[in-house]
C-alpha cells in the first residue's frame, strides 16, 4: 500500500469521529506516517467508538450523549481494558472543548453536526489550532466571532467543505491561508451544487417525499442532516453564507451554479477574465488530505478524475421555486447579524422533525421561512446574543411545527 507522510509530526483530535467526515479523516490518516490521534468522538455510538479506539490508540474518547446508559459506558471501558487498550474516555459535551484545546493538539478536525459542534469549534479557534471546519454551522452562527477567536489566536482555519475547499485551492496563499491583499482582484466566487435527488422531479411531486428519498443523494454518501439539506438546497444557503465569512466577500460577489456531475467543485473569476476552477471525483478525502497536509500535498486512494471517461459537465442556473431554501440562505447572508443563526436554527429544528416524521418535506421550507420572517434580526456582536437568538427560532420552529398538518 502506498504509504505518505506530514513534512511535520502532528497530532490531532477529531470531534464526529464515527460520522460520515468523521470516517473519512480515519481513512486518510490511515495511509499517513506521523500523524497520531490525540482523541476522538462520538455522540452515542459506542460500538463505532471501540472498534476506532482499538485500531488508532487515542490518548481520549469522548461519549456526548448524557442519556446513554451507564452499562454501556463501562462495556466500553472494560472492552478497551481487556484488549490493552489505554485510552481513557471521557464523558459529557464539556469534554469535547478540553480535547480541543489540549496543549498536545496541533490540529482539530470539527465534524460535529449542526450546532452541537459549536463549543469545542470555537474552543480549537481560541486555542490557536489548525482547524479543519467541516461543520459549516458553526461558522455559519457564529460569522466574525470565531474568525476573530481564530485571527486573535493565531489559528489557521482551512476549510473542509468541498465548495470552499476548492475556492481556497484556486485564491493565492500566504502561510497563514488566504492572502486576503488580493481578494480584490477577485471578480466573483461562484459555488456549485448537484442539485441533490430531486434536481428534476415534478413539483407536484415533492409534498409526498420521504426521508429515505431524500437522503439517497446522487453523488454523495454523507450523513442524514446534511443529507436533507443538499436536497432542500439548504445545504447551498449554508455555504454560501459560509463563503462570504470566510473569503470575507460581500455576497454580492457569490454565486451558485447547478453542476449535476460533482467534479467542478467550485470556481473563482478574476478581475483579467481568468477563471480557475478545482476538479477532482466527488470523494471527501481529498478536501480533507488537502487540509491535513496544506501547504504540502500527501497521497490518498479517492479515485483518479478521468475526463475522457467522465459524462458531459453540466452547468445550469439554480431554480430558485424549485429551491426556496437557497433563496432563503442568500437572504440570510445579505442581512448578517443573527439572521443566519435563526435559519440555522430553523433549519435544524425543521430537519429532525422532518427526519422523524412529524414533518413533511415543504415544511422544511415553510418553517424556514416563517422563522425568517418573524424574527428580528440584530447584530452578532456576542456569543450571548448568538444563542439567545438561537434559542428563540428553535421554540418558533418548534410551536410552528406542532401547529403544522401534515
Ligand atoms: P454525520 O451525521 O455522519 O456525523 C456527525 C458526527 O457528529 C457523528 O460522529 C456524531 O456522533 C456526532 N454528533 C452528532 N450529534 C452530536 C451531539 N449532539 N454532540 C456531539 N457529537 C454529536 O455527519 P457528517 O455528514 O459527517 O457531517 C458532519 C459535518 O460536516 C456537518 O456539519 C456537515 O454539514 C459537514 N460536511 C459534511 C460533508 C459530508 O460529505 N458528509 C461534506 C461537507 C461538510
Ligand atoms: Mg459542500
Redesign the pocket.
Known sequence: MMRTELKQAATLTL????????E?TLAVVREVDNLSIFAL?????VDKLLAQCLEFSPRYAVL??PSLPHERRDEFSRALHERGCKTELLLG?GA?EEVASAAEVDMVMA????A??LASTLAAAKAGKRLLL????ALVMTGDILLDAARQSGATLLP???EHNAIFQCLPTVPEGVDSSQLTFVEKIVLTASGGPFLRTPLDQFAAITPAQACAHPV????????I?SATMM?KG?EYIEACYLFGLPSAKVEVVIHPQSVVHSMVHYDDGSVLAQMASPD?RVPIAHCLAWPQRIKTQAPRLDLTQQAALEFYAPDIDRFPCLALGMEAAKVSGTAPALLNAANEVAVASFLSGALDYLGIAAVNAEVMAQMPCEAATSLAIIHEADARARDLASALIKKRIL
Open positions: 470531534l464526529g469521529s464515527t460520522g460520515s467526515i468523521g473519512s468522538s462520538a455522540n452515542r455510538n456526548c450523549d459535551a469535547l465534524a460535529i453536526v449542526g452541537a459542534g467541516a461543520n459549516k454551522e473542509i467543505d468541498s454523495w454518501s454523507m450523513g442524514d442532516k446534511i443529507s439539506d445545504n449554508l471527501m
